[in-house]
């Protein structure tokens, strides 16, 4: 679980970023968030599907992994 | 810290080959017109002596990576902010370099494909990389710098053979003075590629011997300049300086304007292969960082188990970084050069460095005076008896 709140605190930050550097280089931040979007409104279903498969993955192997810490301490 | 060790040799070869990556890609320097390799030689200069920055640091701290001695050198809490921009600025760059990637497959090659799925296929590889080791990758790119090496003497042969280099190209030489080269070397060779090895100060303290650091990094920074500017001085002799500036990826240009007695040619194979492995090793190393760096400052024990997520986040980054490929290439050249390149390459390491000289000139003083004052009475002792 720690894992993924490490992970979604520094997309969150990347995409804050990210989005500056756009506003650093003159966009707007209406347009400079619709750029970071849009990539995602215009997939092909292979690419939805590739992209929903990495994220159930990666929750799936967290889940896991807290579920086995959980039982290790249990069994202790 | 993982417990792994990589030979000097392998961090020769990971300079190398991480100088080469996305540089080869990309027409640099190009703004110094026919002076292009003479920006890069410059800007070599100018990476000799941030890499002796670099490594002032981890002299004063050799056992432990920079998001641990910035804790040292300024306090705790400013430590870990500056610490935690460290790491988001290696995942930014690797994702940029993700993106310079991709679309350079799609622009030449892969017309149809997506561009996530070009890319989802890189993250993979890399995460999978990165979950083995620091070691792993060391040794495959002890491996894969033999084929980039022979890939690469060929590809000169054939250039060479073909008679297409015009060395007129090349003239006039600094035609519009030294002016021209100081200001592109500033503006852009400095910091990519070479300020971008501060990158592996998070690697120097996997190394096993320690003493040959300066030695090796200063060599693989003056081999891959004059790789780097040979190389660009061969793309502007034989495609000319408009060509170059108009073409995104000039190596390619030249590859392609390949023709051997008449039934050797269309050679893309070889810039492909080439700027590949060499991507492969800058995402590498730029998420090797990130993974370890977030695993010392969150305290996580298995970093490994850090790169599926983090090696995600950079996925989805490479897409949203930029709408266009044009606008991804003047990001990178205007605003990532001055905002994040700049401080973080040059002005915050060389601060650091000087409160590190500072605090342990301080230290070595209050230990000397403790040592005469320590002698001192012990004289004083003896005197009495």
């Known amino acids: ?76 | 810290m993982e417990k792994a060790k990589i030979s000097a040799y392998q961090l020769f070869i990971l300079i190398i080959l991480f100088e080469l990556g996305s540089a080869l890609l990309v027409p640099i320097a190009i703004e110094a017109k026919q002076d292009a390799w003479l920006a890069i030689l410059v800007g070599m200069v100018g990476g000799f002596c941030l890499y002796l920055v670099y490594y002032g640091l981890y002299s004063y701290y050799p056992d432990i990576p920079p998001t641990e001695y910035i804790q040292k050198i300024i306090g705790s809490f400013f430590g870990k902010i500056f610490a935690f921009i460290y790491v988001l600025y290696f995942i930014y760059l690797s994702a940029r370099v993700l993106r310079d990637f991709g679309e350079m497959l799609i622009t030449d090659f892969y017309w149809e494909t997506p561009l996530f799925i070009l890319n989802t296929l890189m993250v993979l590889i890399v995460i999978y990389t990165i979950r083995k080791g620091i070691e792993v990758l060391a040794r495959t790119s002890e491996l894969l710098f033999i084929l980039i090496f022979l890939l690469g003497i060929s590809v000169l042969f054939l250039i060479v053979v073909s008679g297409i280099i015009q060395i007129s190209n090349l003239e006039p030489v600094l035609e519009e003075g030294l002016k021209l080269v100081i200001k592109t070397t500033f503006t852009q060779t400095l910091y990519f590629p070479f300020g971008e090895l501060i990158v592996f100060a998070m690697i120097l303290p996997y190394l096993k011997h320690p003493e040959k650091v300066k030695r090796i990094g200063l060599l693989a920074i003056g081999l891959s300049g004059l790789i780097l500017a040979s190389l660009m001085a061969i793309n502007v002799s034989v495609l000319g300086v408009n060509n170059v500036t108009r073409s995104p990826f000039p190596l390619l240009s030249t590859i392609q304007t390949i023709e051997v007695a008449g039934f050797l040619e269309r050679l893309d194979v070889y810039f492909i292969l080439i700027t590949v492995i060499g991507v492969f090793f800058k995402i590498c190393v730029f998420f090797y960082a990130s993974v370890v760096g977030t695993a010392n400052l969150f305290k996580v024990k298995e970093s490994a188990r850090l790169a599926f997520p983090l090696g995600l986040a950079i996925l989805i980054l490479s897409i949203t970084i930029a709408s266009n490929f044009s606008e991804h290439v003047k990001e990178g050249l205007h605003v990532i050069t001055l905002y994040l390149h700049l401080p973080l390459q040059v002005i915050v390491p060389s601060l650091l460095l000087l409160i590190a000289f500072i605090k342990n000139k301080k230290k070595k003083s209050k230990q000397s005076k403790n040592l005469i004052l320590k002698r001192k009475y012990r004289l004083s002792e003896r005197d009495k008896k």
Do not use: C, H, W
């Open chain 1, 1 to 76: 679980m720690k894992i993924i709140g490490i992970s979604i605190l520094m997309f969150v930050l990347l995409t804050v970023f990210s989005l500056y550097m756009d506003i650093l280089l003159g966009f707007d931040l209406n347009t400079s968030i619709n750029n970071a979007i849009r990539p995602f409104l215009v997939m092909e279903v292979t690419e939805i599907v590739i992209f929903f498969l990495l994220i159930v993955l990666m929750v799936v192997g967290t889940v896991r992994n807290f579920y086995k810490k959980r039982k290790k301490k249990e069994q202790r």
